[in-house]
């Protein structure tokens, strides 16, 4: 059950990023342009993506979410290098070719030399997250 | 800028708030998409299975708009392999290294009023900005 609503759920949500324009890194782009010909209309992707996510936070109906589980109680406030760095990383590679995680999946779907080689440095890049942190918990392991 | 063109960016939302949301309904988590890649390839505990179909899904989905809605998709990706690749890389060790992307920390994190999200989000825009405005018009094409 959890596994096929993931399932339709990922479709939805391939399918409104390719509404939305965020599978077109030309859209992407010209959206982070400023200085130049700025188009704003992916600004109105997550003004309408943030409140439903946040009406269903709030929601919450009954004790325990619809498959079981738990309802989550910690929101994370706290800021440090990880967060800032990371974030400034992700960033420039997103402003580089004006595809984030998401999109970079649902524009396999059409099966392109330039799609492939996003995928795969971006597996690249997550693994040696992986073996960075490795490192980091050995040397500290607090 | 007119109404026509605001509804694929408005309905698109929408329908990927419905998706997050959704999933946060019936599940009590968060799917952001760079955690979910991350899932899969480390083969998370109890976790990879569902990240594996929420993937296959956007997949799936990507296939069902190159058949359906082509335009929605780039047929090439307008930069050279060698830059792809190191945006690739970027992407993928930041977004780790942030605990977020677009998704994670731009819809689910301030979707939940999270004041780290909301930093990590500013933080990306602004170095994707800068990158954007240093191709484009100091390097410039």
Redesign the interface.
């Known amino acids: 059950m959890k596994i096929i609503a993931a399932l339709l759920l990922g479709v939805v949500f391939a399918l409104g990023l390719g509404l939305s324009g965020m599978t077109r890194p030309e859209v992407v782009l010209g959206f982070l342009d400023f200085a130049g010909a700025w188009n704003p209309a992916l600004m109105f992707v997550m003004c309408s993506a943030i409140p439903v996510f946040l009406i269903s936070w709030k929601l919450r109906p009954g004790p325990r979410p619809l498959l079981g589980g738990a309802w989550p109680d910690v929101v994370r406030h706290d800021l440090d290098r990880q967060v800032l760095l990371g974030s400034a990383l992700f960033g420039i590679g997103w402003g580089l070719a004006g595809v984030c995680p998401g999109p970079a999946i649902t524009i396999l779907g059409r099966p392109t030399a330039g799609a492939a080689i996003f995928v795969a440095c971006m597996l690249a890049g997550m693994f040696a997250y992986r073996l960075l942190d490795a490192r980091r918990a050995m040397q500290d392991p607090a | ?1 007119d109404i026509e ?2 509804k ?22 968060t ?1 952001g ?2 955690g979910a ?2 899932g899969v ?2 083969g998370e505990r109890g976790e990879a ?3 594996f ?14 058949l359906y ?2 335009s ?8 050279s ?1 060698v ?17 977020g ?3 994670g ?4 994190g ?8 909301i ?3 500013c ?11 240093i ?3 100091v390097a410039g094409a």
Request: proline share 3%; glycine share 16%; aromatic share 8%.
């Open positions: 800028m063109t605001l694929g960016p408005l309905l698109g939302g929408l329908m990927i708030g419905a998706a997050t949301g959704g999933w946060f309904l019936l599940t009590g988590k799917a998409c760079s890649i991350y390839m480390v299975a569902w990240k179909a929420f993937l296959f899904g956007l997949l799936l989905g990507g296939v069902g708009l190159a809605m082509p929605a998709l780039p047929e090439s990706i307008h930069s392999y830059l792809i690749a190191a945006s690739g890389l970027l992407v993928g060790l930041g977004t780790r290294m942030a605990g992307c677009t998704s920390h731009g819809v689910c301030i979707g939940r009023l999270s004041r780290r999200s930093v990590a989000t933080t990306f825009m602004a170095t994707a900005a800068a990158t954007v405005f191709a484009r018009h």
